[in-house]
């Protein structure tokens, strides 16, 4: 941004910043954005210092089928119902695409 390139901007927006959050917020902002900040680094370098997790020594015990909670009930066989004809809209069922008079 070239807006920030002139020391008159960045001193107006300092200007405007001690006024809008006045001089007594403005050490404990900083102090906590600062608590913040070593957190933050902190945690990535937990990350960064733990190993990646590797592939276990021993192989997982093959897992067990589930066991129905209630009776097993045999699925009932139907038979195919044939749509019925009304008329001129019924579409006919055997593929023809004729109707037939």
Known sequence: MRILEHPVTIIAL????IVLFGSKRLPDAARSVGQSLKIFK???K???DDPAP????TPAAPATP???AGP?????ATTPVDPVVDGDTATPSSGD?????
Do not use: C, G, N, Q
């Open 42 to 44: 902190s945690e990535v």
């Open 14 to 17: 300092l200007v405007l910043i």
């Open 54 to 57: 590797s592939a276990p020594a």
């Open 66 to 68: 589930a066991v129905p």
């Open 97 to 101: 695409s004729r109707p037939t008079a």
């Open 72 to 76: 097993v009930v045999p699925p009932v």
């Open 46 to 48: 937990d990350i960064k």
